[in-house]
């Protein structure tokens, strides 16, 4: 079986109907199955001329589904693990795709933060595809999708 990235989960099975049974006590709420929803985390190195000489890394994730992309502080810390098939989302971006998105969204963004004297230049530092887990949690009438990092969750 092939090993896959992705981020550990910290809410468990029991938390995540937990979570969603506080939210309609009427109805009984199970987990019904763990999936693992594809993302692309990239990192640049950018180096710009404004007054001074400026040098920074920036890091993203892009929904490999979507494409949204998400600033982040740091780099996630991943694990490895065998994943079925069923258990993960294809990614619909390639991972070409996604750097080029990371990048377009870094100028958008550095250029709405900083007045620059010349356009920013990026390197790439890092790129690596990881999942993350999601709890399908669902009653007779209602499903849920808890995110089973943050605790955060969506109706489906």
């Not at 000489?53 to 693990?81: Q, Y």
């Not at 100028?107 to 390197?123: D, E, I, M, N």
Request: aromatic share 12%; charged share 25%; hydrophobic share 40%.
């Amino acid at each position: 079986m092939q090993k896959f990235t992705i981020l550990p989960d910290s809410i468990s099975k029991e938390a995540a109907v937990a979570t969603i049974h506080k939210l309609d006590s009427s109805q009984p709420y199970i987990a019904e199955r763990k999936i693992y929803y594809p993302y692309q985390f990239v990192s640049y190195q950018m180096k710009v001329k404004a007054l001074l000489v400026k040098e920074g890394a920036l890091g993203c994730t892009i929904d490999m589904i979507s494409g949204r992309e998400s600033v982040i502080d740091s780099k996630p810390s991943f694990e490895r693990s065998v994943l079925d098939e069923a258990e993960r989302l294809p990614a619909v971006l390639s991972k070409e795709k996604a750097e080029k998105k990371a990048v377009q969204f870094f100028q958008r963004h550095a250029s709405k933060k900083y007045k620059f004297l010349t356009v920013p230049r990026f390197s790439l530092k890092e790129s690596q595809l990881f999942f993350r887990p999601f709890w399908v949690v669902s009653s007779e009438q209602n499903r849920f999708i808890v995110d089973a990092v943050s605790g955060k969750f969506h109706p489906l």
